[in-house]
Structures are given as C-alpha cells and as structure tokens.
C-alpha cells in the first residue's frame, strides 16, 4: 500500500475548495498557479496595498517538488525584493538555498525570515508521518547554511504528534542539533486536525497505531484542536530552548510535504 502522504496535513481541505477531495486527490493532484509572480507583482503596485508582511508557505509549501520544474518562487522573490516589501516562507525542504541569493537581497531591503519545518528527527516517525518529504537532517544543515549567510531563521517542530514524535528521546536529538545550527528562533505546535483532516488522521491511526486511539478521542474529544493543558505542554518542550536563540521568527504555520503528485497547471487571478 503507498503511504499516505502527509495524512495531518492541514492543506488538505483545501482541495476540497479546488473542486478535488481532501484524500486520494490531495496525494495525486497539485495546482500550479503558473502566473503566481505577476499577479503578486500587479498586486504589491496598488496603490492601496500597505506593504504587510506577507508570509508564504501558510498553507502549502511553496517549495514542493514542483518548484523545482516551474521556478516560480524566483519571480515571487523578485517582486518581494523590488517593491521592499516584509516577508517570510515557511517550507520543509533545502530547495530554498536555491534561491538564497534573492533572500539576502530582499533582507538588506527590508524584514525577512526563512522558516525551516522540522518535526521530528526520529526516522521511523518521519518515514510514518511524512513520507517523501526532505530528511530532517538535510533541513537542519538548510538552517545553517542560512544562518552562514545571514538569514534570520525559524524553526517550527510541528505537529508535535502524542504517542508519535512527542517524546523527550524523540525531541532531545532533534533540539541538540538545532542548537548548533543557532536558528533565531524555535517553536512547537501541537496536532490538530481541522475539517476531513480529522477523519483522515483517524484511518491512518487505525492502519498504523490503534493503541493510540483512545487517547486521541480523549485529548480531541471536543473538536479539531487537543486539551489545551496538554497542547501547552507540548509546545513548552521545543520552546524551552529559546533561551539560547536570537531574535525572533515570523509568524510560525504548518507546510505541506512533497509527493508523487501530478501537477496541474492553472492561473492565480488575486493574491490579497
């Protein structure tokens, strides 16, 4: 059976909006929005936009799989750096360096942050809940290698997944090497399972840990987001490292992984 991909993944309903379904389409399909940096370009030239930071990767990764065919992210930059506008990406994949000479441009022009997400560098978690998405390890050295360059950095450790990802052997690796990478700023964010992304989540607790799932429909049991004690909880053991970070990152979201996915090309009419 392929390994659904990303099955937490918060973009899902998305697709749903697309006209496509949240499960088999969201693992098969993607919209490319080839014309994504003129109408970014046309938009930031309005007079009544008001230049507010505008932070990519939100919803689904900017730098899927397919950046790599369609470059659109050079052009998005480009626009970013010419009208100086704030800014900030959230991915999970090292395919950002290639584009950090843009970056360093627009952060001598203005506030920038790359954002780097890392759940987990435990490699059986990662093989289950992200398959086909870059090696933690390769994600860290990304944060480095930004770092290097000047780029202030984040890294979001999210979902932090209970019985999955959540525990202190699990999470220790992963915030040692985070220390020595020095990103500016460190943050976790709890699972949390909005619209057909909760149902989904459950078939994938049922395929692969159902012990799991009476503590699930307990930590859920009111609707998409855990007991806020323990979601708390959670985020406190990432972000107890920030004593030792710098700065601060942009507003933190989860990504979207990459896939085997077929991507279909379309035109963005608004950004904002």
């Not at 843009?102 to 990662?126: C, G, H, Q, V, Y």
Request: aromatic share 8%.
């Amino acid at each position: 059976m392929h390994p659904r991909l990303l099955s937490y993944c918060f973009a899902r309903p998305t697709h749903t909006y697309l006209d496509f379904n949240a499960r088999e389409d969201f693992e098969r399909q993607i919209v490319v929005k080839v014309n994504a940096p003129e109408v970014l370009r046309a938009e930031l030239a309005r007079p009544s936009w008001q230049g507010e930071h505008v932070a990519l990767g939100t919803n689904t990764d900017p730098y899927q799989w397919v950046e790599g065919r369609y470059r659109l992210m050079e052009g998005i930059w480009e626009a970013m750096r010419d009208f100086s506008n704030p800014c900030s990406v959230l991915t999970k994949s090292p395919l950002l360096l290639r584009d950090l000479g843009l970056m360093k441009e627009i952060a001598e022009r203005t506030e920038f942050t790359a954002n780097l997400s890392i759940p987990t560098l435990d490699e059986e978690a990662w093989r289950a809940t992200e398959p086909h998405t870059p090696h933690p390890r390769k994600r860290i050295e990304a944060v480095a290698e930004l770092k290097r360059a000047g780029i202030r950095t984040g890294v979001l450790v999210a979902p932090l997944i209970p019985g999955v990802n959540d525990s202190p052997a699990q999470l220790e690796p992963l915030l040692e090497l985070l220390d020595e990478a020095a990103p500016d700023s460190i943050g976790g964010v709890a699972l949390h399972l909005r619209g057909e992304v909760r149902e989904i989540w459950f078939d994938w607790l049922r395929e692969r840990r159902p012990d799991l799932i009476p503590r699930y429909r307990e930590l859920y049991g009111r609707g998409a987001y855990m007991d806020r004690e323990e979601a708390d909880r959670l985020a406190a053991m990432a972000r107890r490292r920030e004593r030792g970070t710098r700065g601060r990152g942009a507003r933190p979201a989860e990504a979207a992984g990459e896939g085997e996915l077929s991507p279909r090309p379309g035109r963005q009419r608004r950004l904002f």
